[in-house]
């Protein structure tokens, strides 16, 4: 089982850093998918990149609801086609979120965890993802595509106590 490791906020350098393609996916870099995995899943998000832990290297893992996690080891987008308007929050800006362009869709290669060469062709949330967490490996946050009026504070959910 991987540690668990916190992910890093907004303000940390090495979020604004351009991450290093990975030379070989050796047993580090299995166990940092791990625990990549694991972070993305206790902190409760669709998609987290290797920078988001501290680690400037292009890797991203994601998991769309209901299919299992996947990893995507030195991704790059060659292809995007259309645009629409959504909103977007992430893990190392919490209680914020925007309204963003992406693409409708995206295509993206890349390498699986154990070193085979994979592409991806996505759209809606899965595209969005993909985009968003690409984005983080070159140093860029989804804040720095928003106009300031599109962006906005979101309250976590209170608990209501009943009473009579």
């Keep these: ?63 769309m609801l209901g299919e299992e996690p996947m990893a995507i080891v030195n991704p790059e987008i060659v292809k995007r086609a259309g645009e629409r308007e959504v909103t977007e929050a992430c893990l190392s800006v919490p209680g914020y979120a925007g309204e963003i362009k992406r693409s409708a869709s995206v295509t993206v290669k890349g390498q699986d965890r154990h070193g085979k060469a994979i592409r991806i062709k996505a759209t809606g949330l899965m595209a969005q993802a993909l985009e968003h967490e690409l984005d983080h490996l070159d140093g860029v946050l989804y804040v720095d595509k928003t106009e300031p009026v599109k962006l906005h504070k979101i309250e976590p959910p209170t608990l209501e106590v009943g009473g009579d």
């Design 1 to 63: 089982m991987a540690a668990q490791t916190m992910h890093r906020l907004l303000g940390d350098s090495v979020l604004r850093r351009k991450a290093r393609r990975v030379p070989t996916i050796d047993r580090s870099i299995q166990r940092l998918i791990d625990d990549m995995v694991a972070t993305m899943k206790q902190a409760g998000g669709v998609g987290l990149a290797a920078p988001q832990i501290g680690v400037s290297l292009r890797i991203i893992v994601l998991q």
